[in-house]
């Protein structure tokens, strides 16, 4: 079975600084992986995925995520934290050979300081 | 392109009432996803439907039941509904393939509240 585990359900930082927002998976198959963002009263977008090609994922608006297989972690970061970066951000695994289903971590809530 | 939509927007039903949400895929998209986000939780899978038929599912009661019509929009029904079906409703179209690497887009949702 598959599951995501999503580390800090809130984490504050100010405009400007870096932003790390943690996930560690479980799979018993090579998974792909997936950040997803949800701002209020919205559904979710893709921030960017990864499928086994290279282990360093660029996403929108200057996010990333790095895949480490030793630690079964896919942390997304960002370099500096815009106000328009507050949100809902959810980890997401598929299996790939479950055709799409998506399961997802509880979420982190990043809130932006002037 | 409206991308993906949902209705109603909210609903406020009673225990044992029935309901039935709706969704339109994308254009383009054949395969339909539904998903339960209860209030502080991330969404839950409930089942996915491809050529009108249901594909997988997840660990709901067979309250939950859906449809898929030839144009690709889908239903999703709850029978018998409890306190603990309040959520928010999303559903999500895909292209079929790619092992499930083609992306999902999510449509805002349909909240479901129940008295």
């Known amino acids: 079975a598959q599951s995501v585990t999503q580390l800090g359900s809130h984490v504050s930082v100010s405009e400007g600084a870096l932003v790390l927002l943690r996930c560690n998976y479980s799979s018993s198959v090579p998974p792909y992986l997936f950040w997803y963002v949800q701002y209020p009263n919205q559904g979710l977008q893709l921030l960017l995925k990864?499928?086994?090609?290279?282990?360093l994922v660029k996403g929108i608006n200057g996010f990333e995520a790095e895949f480490k297989k030793s630690e079964t972690s896919f942390h997304l970061t960002k370099p500096s934290a815009h106000m328009s970066d507050a949100a809902e951000y959810f980890c997401?695994?598929?299996?790939?050979?479950?055709?799409?289903?998506?399961?997802f971590g509880q979420g982190t809530e990043l809130s932006v300081k002037p | 392109d409206a991308g993906v939509t949902q209705s109603p927007t909210h609903l406020i039903k009673t225990r044992g009432q029935q309901v039935t949400l709706r969704c339109s895929p994308k254009?383009?998209?054949?395969?339909v996803s539904w998903y339960q986000q209860a209030l502080g939780q991330g969404p839950q899978f409930i089942f996915q439907y491809y050529e009108e038929e249901e594909r997988q599912r997840g660990n709901f009661p067979d309250r939950f039941s859906g449809h898929q019509f030839p144009n690709y929009s889908s239903e999703l029904n709850v029978n018998a509904l409890l306190l603990g079906d309040s959520a928010l409703y999303l559903c999500?179209?895909?292209?079929?393939?790619?092992?499930?690497?083609?992306?999902?887009?999510f449509g805002p949702g349909t909240r479901l509240t129940v008295l």
């Open positions: 254009s383009g998209h054949d395969t």
């Open positions: 999500a179209s895909s292209l079929n393939g790619a092992g499930g690497l083609n992306e999902q887009f």
């Open positions: 990864y499928t086994s090609a290279a282990t």
């Open positions: 997401a695994v598929s299996d790939p050979n479950q055709g799409g289903k998506l399961i």
